[in-house]
């Protein structure tokens, strides 16, 4: 069993929001540091964890990252952690996610906010150079604790992950509409994060990209007590009625284990 984990968010917030960064977490596991996601405008996000945050987080700890899918708000940091030499050929980092989100990653597809190797300077070649891809399988040994994925309803292809630490476990649910087999996935855990949508929903379409509020509140009051709300907009403070929920807190230690 880990004797210490710490859930440590650089960026809570959703693709539009400003001064909350993109959601990206660091998981540091009896000190071995893995981050959740790679999104873009990483420099910011250092920047401000170096004035405000309660850890310290350097370009360097970039060694291994677990991805949920290409939004760029979740991995156009990639390339930016190749263009600053944070990664290099003599010592490339590990990316963990399953086997297909790579060929999606290795593609030239170019779609609107989608990470490819056509967004990457260099494209494939830089990222083999920078790069090991590490396919997950159904529930991976992540060397002293696990990790599971789960399809999540989104624009594109997404995974929500599982991490088993041994007598704890942590859920997110990464970006997702309202997806009752994913919440009864996560309902075991122990601390779940859960994307939220906080604008009025106009369209139909954004239930299939994201989860509403209401949506959320409507789930049994034992899963939102364990559950710590991120994705949110900028104006997130107006929203005082949360049920359960409490906002995850950018730059904050959250100590699990
Ligand atoms: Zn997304």
Known sequence: MA???????????????????WVHFLLIVDGRKLFIDC???????LDHNARRGEL???????????????HRD???????????????????????????????????????WVVSAATIRGGNDELDRHYWMHALGTRHDLGGFTVECMETRHGIRCVAYKFDF?????????????????I??????????????????????MREMHTPLADLLELPE??????????YSTDYREHKEIGHYRFLERNKAYRLV
């Open 184 to 205: 009864e996935w996560l309902s075991e855990c122990d601390f779940i994060l859960h994307e939220v949508y906080l604008h009025e929903v106009e369209e139909d379409e």
């Open 74 to 112: 979740h991995a156009e940091g990639l390339g930016e952690l190749i263009e600053n030499g944070a990664v290099s050929p003599e010592d490339p980092a590990t990316l963990y996610a399953p086997g297909w989100l790579f060929d999606d990653l290795r593609s030239h597809r170019e779609k609107h």
């Open 39 to 45: 999104p873009g405008r990483l420099q910011a996000m």
């Open 56 to 70: 310290p987080v350097a370009w360097a700890d970039y060694r291994e990252i677990l991805l949920t899918h290409l």
């Open 222 to 231: 034992a899963f939102q007590k364990k559950t710590h709300l991120c994705h």
């Open 166 to 182: 041994v007598g704890y476990k942590l859920g997110y649910s990464a970006d997702t509409g309202m997806c009752p087999p994913l």
């Open 3 to 21: 004797n210490e984990v710490i859930l440590y968010p650089l960026g809570v917030g959703e693709a539009y929001s400003k001064g909350l960064g």
